[in-house]
T-cell receptor, first 114, second 111 residues
Framework: AQSVTQPDIHITVSEGASLELRCNYS??????LFWYVQSPGQGLQLLLK??????LVQGIKGFEAEFKRSQSSFNLRKPSVHWSDAAEYFC????????????FGTGTRLKVLA | NAGVTQTPKFQVLKTGQSMTLQCAQD?????MSWYRQDPGMGLRLIHY???????DQGEVPNGYNVSRSTTEDFPLRLLSAAPSQTSVYFC??????????FGQGTRLTVV
């Protein structure tokens, strides 16, 4: 069965420090992979996506993610975190036959210390 | 460019009441879906539609009904609200091969 695991429920980093949020998936075919961010009381905003091609993808707000097929991972990174990055981050897998169904991870809540 | 619009934003229901959460998109997307978000559980798929007149169940469909009479609208009906349906509900739309766009959510409390 398809699944997405985000092993870190909470992460706290200092402003200016680097960040890596982990995401592992289980899916039998080539996945479409996404990272979304949710600020408190808001909807979900797409940070970046991977469909095919270059395994290192760039997104908005200075985020990037790397698809590693051998590790079934799609970790999100940012070299220097800003206080405004505090939010909840969701990794998602889309079915490659249409992407109309997504499986979400349980989310990682990021706290940024000034 | 409205994207995906959900109404209402907040709702309080009494146990046993019924209501409809509205979702509309103006991007002519074929695919629409409803998710619920609960603490520590991420987003779980309730129902989805691949086009007008076609719907199917997701992971947690019990207690909910949907219909898709037009491309633009995909309402979610709670038949008899229960406290377990207290949640934040998100509607999403997408076209094949593209990321989903999400509405701002409906926060529902059932008392």
């Amino acid at each position: 069965a398809q699944s997405v695991t985000q092993p870190d429920i909470h992460i706290t980093v200092s402003e200016g420090a680097s960040l890596e949020l982990r995401c592992n998936y289980s899916y039998g075919a080539t996945p479409y992979l996404f990272w979304y961010v949710q600020s408190p009381g808001q909807g979900l905003q797409l940070l970046l996506k991977y469909f095919s091609g270059d395994t290192l993808v760039q997104g908005i707000k200075g985020f990037e993610a790397e698809f590693k097929r051998s590790q079934s991972s799609f970790n999100l990174r940012k070299p220097s975190v800003h206080w405004s990055d505090a939010a909840e981050y969701f990794c998602a897998v889309g079915y490659s036959s249409g992407t109309y169904k997504y499986i979400f991870g349980t989310g990682t809540r990021l706290k940024v210390l000034a | 460019n409205a994207g995906v619009t959900q109404t209402p934003k907040f709702q309080v229901l009494k146990t046993g009441q019924s209501m409809t959460l509205q979702c509309a998109q103006d991007m002519n997307h074929e695919y629409m879906s409803w998710y619920r978000q609960d603490p520590g559980m991420g987003l779980r798929l309730i129902h989805y539609s691949v086009g007008a007149g076609i719907t199917d169940q997701g992971e947690v469909p019990n207690g909910y009904n949907v219909s898709r009479s037009t491309t633009e609208d995909f309402p979610l009906r709670l038949l008899s609200a229960a406290p377990s349906q207290t949640s934040v509900y998100f509607c999403a739309s997408t076209q094949g091969g593209r990321p989903a766009f999400f509405g701002q959510g409906t926060r529902l409390t059932v008392v």
